[in-house]
């Protein structure tokens, strides 16, 4: 009875190991496909999976943010290949994902290459392309706003300071966009150095 | 040719941090300026395509770029070469992290950190609003897709699904 029961939990947990890989695969494959925009439009569509999911908490998903902001490549790949990692423990987590988020872009883009010509010479006159590029645009400032909404938890926003860093960097990104600064300064506006910062704050802080 | 671009692209994996637009600046410098594959109107072209189309814009781009010069040859290559940095440096950091994510010291850093990642994100909405120009009749779009998604609790693949679709709808009927 003992041995059944044995054989079963190692079905079961086969299964569900295959079943975790599959639904990898089938979220960032969707994303690969949908995300328009880049870099923060896909981060604002993987975010809902992956918590839902239960591959990461809230505070995790900034973390893999923060660390994909500051290594070296795309942050898209950055990300799925983190989030492959940390979903299933393993190496091939990470290769299906980073595959499934590429896979799209392969498939899309040799229709691209095959519609060269006349892509190029249509796309930019196609009012069919150029009102759904616009619209998309407007769109993901929604998506990606639905994004930081669901950051904003109590383990993110434990303290008074964390506020105040939080209001402190926002006016950092910012403030170039609106007045002029020099430009030794500028460099106080990149989310690479802002994040090394906010690190740097954290450890005097809380360490 | 398959190594020259392969290699080509690694070190632009590899040099740039922060993302696909950090990553364009330096594939202009190494593809048009240095090894004169591509022209400058060629280049543009081509990355007009590769951010119009979905996913991760350095990867298609990559795609394009290794297609147009040596095929799918090429895009094994571009497409190689511009992910093995990422995937190796994460995996590495990945690695230390769950042994050493416990860690007193790391915690703190990254207590610091996160509200600064919301921040940024936070930002990039208000700025990405700028680009796009949203304006008073607009602005209800993207303001539907956050009670949708988050409200209502739907997928965004099917507000953007639905987006399309409408959109093609009504410049169909306008026209």
Known sequence: ?207 | MFYKLFITFLRIGTFTIGGGYAMIPLIQVEVVDKRHWLDEKEFLNMLALAQAAPGVIAVNFAILIGQRIYGWRGIIATVTGAILPSFICILLLATLFRHYGHLPLLEAIFKGIRPVVVAIIAGTVIKMGIQAQLSWYSIPIPLIALVLIWLANISPIWVILATIIITLTITHIRK
């Open chain 1, 1 to 207: 009875m003992g041995h059944f029961s044995n054989y079963h939990h190692h079905l079961d947990h086969n299964t569900y190991t295959k079943m975790i890989y599959w639904q990898l695969f089938y979220t960032f494959f969707r994303v690969g496909l949908f995300a328009f925009g880049g870099g923060y439009a896909i981060l604002s569509l993987i975010e809902h999976d992956v918590i839902d999911n239960g591959w990461a908490t809230e505070s995790e998903f900034i973390d893999m943010v923060a660390i994909s902001q500051i290594t070296p490549g795309p942050v898209g790949i950055n990300i799925a290949t983190y989030v492959g990692y940390t979903a299933t423990n393993s190496v091939l987590g990470s290769a299906i994902t980073t595959f499934a988020i590429t896979l799209p872009s392969l498939i899309i883009m040799l229709i691209v290459c095959l519609l060269y010509e006349y892509l190029n010479e249509h796309y930019s006159k196609s009012p069919y392309f150029q009102n759904v590029l616009k619209v998309l645009r407007w769109l993901v400032v929604g998506l990606i706003a639905t994004a930081v909404i669901t950051l904003l938890t109590d383990e993110v926003f434990f303290d008074i300071s964390s506020y105040i860093i939080c209001t402190i960097t926002f006016c950092c990104f910012l403030i170039p966009k609106f007045i002029s600064v020099p430009k030794q300064l500028s460099f106080l506006s990149n989310p690479i150095t802002l994040i090394l910062i906010g690190g740097l704050i954290g450890w005097m802080l809380y360490y």
